[in-house]
């Protein structure tokens, strides 16, 4: 999953550098950055799904305890 968001990273920041004027810097930054947090939003579901129920596991085994 990482190294699909370290290439896109990458590609993002080449893209900063080459830009032909600051303000298409500022604009490929912005909905570059956007864009990132979006792909890496949809690549963590599955680690984000697992955490949870983990912690709904735990949850329900320190509830069966008390009880």
């Known amino acids: ?4 968001f370290f290439a896109f990273a990458y590609i993002w920041i080449m893209m900063i550098v080459t830009a032909s004027s600051w303000i298409q ?6 909905f570059g950055g956007a864009l990132m947090a979006v792909v890496y939003y949809l ?3 599955p680690g984000r799904k697992l955490r949870r129920m983990a ?3 735990e ?9």
Do not use: P
């Open 25 to 30: 810097a500022a604009v490929v930054l912005i």
């Open 1 to 4: 999953m990482y190294i699909i």
């Open 43 to 45: 690549l963590d579901t």
């Open 59 to 67: 949850e329900d085994a320190t509830s069966n305890d008390q009880a």
């Open 55 to 57: 912690r709904e596991a």
